[in-house]
Nanobody, 124 residues
């Protein structure tokens, strides 16, 4: 079992940047792929970005492509989501999720290990 905790959320003005972290504990982190999802009020949880076991492969939702990057440091058991040029529509609770499998495209139902989430609010 792997346990995940997100951090780094907050309030930022449109056009600003934030870096979210997803810290893992429990199982061997390098055995897991990690995906970021987000959920805005009244909306379904949606895929944001994903990274494979080594960091050699990443993918992004079209809505964040070119603005967000994802990386991981397996020595620190952490995945990072760097967000640039934030927009009001990026406002949501951001969750990281982990799986031993690689899913493309990933769906929330594919993941059994979730963090509690971190709130990102972008003011316009």
């Amino acid at each position: 079992q792997i346990y995940l905790v997100e951090s780094g959320g907050g309030l930022v003005q449109a056009g600003g940047s934030l870096r979210l972290s997803c810290a893992a504990s429990g199982d061997i982190f390098s055995l897991y792929t990690v995906v970021w999802f987000r959920q805005a009020p009244g909306k379904e949880r949606e895929f944001v970005a994903g990274i494979n076991w080594t960091g050699s492969n990443t993918h992004f939702a079209d809505s964040v492509k070119g603005r967000f990057t994802i990386s991981r440091d397996n020595a620190k058991n952490t995945v990072y989501l760097q967000m640039y040029s934030l927009k009001s529509e990026d406002t949501a609770v951001y969750h990281c999720a982990a799986s031993r499998n690689w899913y493309y495209p990933p769906r929330p139902a594919d993941f059994g290990n979730w963090g509690p989430g971190t709130q990102v609010t972008v003011s316009s």
